[in-house]
């Protein structure tokens, strides 16, 4: 049996008058703190900015020549636009989150990517499971191989991950003995921003590939296009030169 309970409107006024200042710092540090980390991570990372406008651009170029349009569909169909919506609906928040240093949830969202990945291999062979994470196996090794640390940064299962996203390495004079200190903003990690924003920036050139074969099996003239292939090639030719891709696990306009 429940009993209902009238909520005391005079008493929850007064905590609010009486907390609001502390959850506004709170706020502002985060917001000043996440500033001045996105500054730091558009300089660190370079000509990727440009890969990622390339990749996006044709992304988007490809969706919106299906805007609007009718075709025919089964129930792979289906699953396939949900999950093409879901990875682009995600892209603003994962890429804020890792220009913003903080990298534990950017890395929750960069294995969501991943798996969306997997699942849409999943769904065109005809092997989504019910129930359960997709096989990350079916992706190629050097994405596969990312699981287990993106899975460890996203259950936080892992304290030297946890510490290393949380640890203050700044003014540590005159304190006695070895001393550890926690931050509790984010602060940008020039390595580990660069890694991240590239391996977010490659899923997208995967993502486009998977397009490519809906388009091209779905939607008469609304494939992806020469130019467009062209743009992928530029966009991957970028991450080699930032050191952020091997050639010898660089997409191409055929795969």
Not at 107 to 117: D, K, T, V, Y
Not at 182 to 197: G, H, I, N, V
Request: hydrophobic share 45%; with cysteine.
């Amino acid at each position: 049996m429940r009993v209902a309970k009238t909520l005391d409107e005079d008493a929850i006024e007064r905590h609010k008058r009486e907390f609001i200042e502390p959850a506004a710092m709170l706020y502002a540090v985060q917001k000043i703190y996440g500033d001045q980390a996105k500054a730091k991570a558009m300089a660190a990372y370079g000509r990727l900015l440009d890969a990622h406008m390339l990749v996006t651009g044709v992304l988007a170029a490809g969706l919106l020549r299906l805007n609007g349009a009718i075709a025919e569909a089964d129930q792979a169909a289906f699953e396939r636009d949900a999950l093409f919506a879901a990875f682009v609906i995600g892209l603003e928040p994962c890429e804020a989150a890792i220009a913003e240093a903080r990298y534990l949830q950017a890395h929750a969202m960069l294995r969501q990517e991943l798996e969306i990945l997997a699942q849409l291999k999943a769904v065109r062979a005809n092997r989504r499971k019910l129930n359960g994470a997709p096989n990350v196996a079916a992706l190629e090794q050097s994405l596969a191989r990312l699981y287990g640390g993106l899975s460890a940064a996203a259950h936080v299962s892992r304290h030297h991950i946890v510490q290393t996203a949380t640890s203050w390495d700044g003014e540590m004079e005159g304190l006695p003995g070895p001393t550890n200190f926690t931050r509790y903003f984010p602060e940008t990690d020039d390595e580990l921003a660069r890694k991240s924003y590239a391996l977010h920036v490659y899923m997208i050139i995967r993502l486009v590939e998977e397009l490519r074969l809906d388009l091209a099996r779905r939607y008469e003239g609304a494939g992806i296009t020469a130019h467009e292939n062209e743009a992928i090639n530029l966009a991957v030719d970028l991450m080699i030169s930032e050191g952020m891709l091997e050639l010898v696990d660089a997409p191409t306009s055929e795969s």
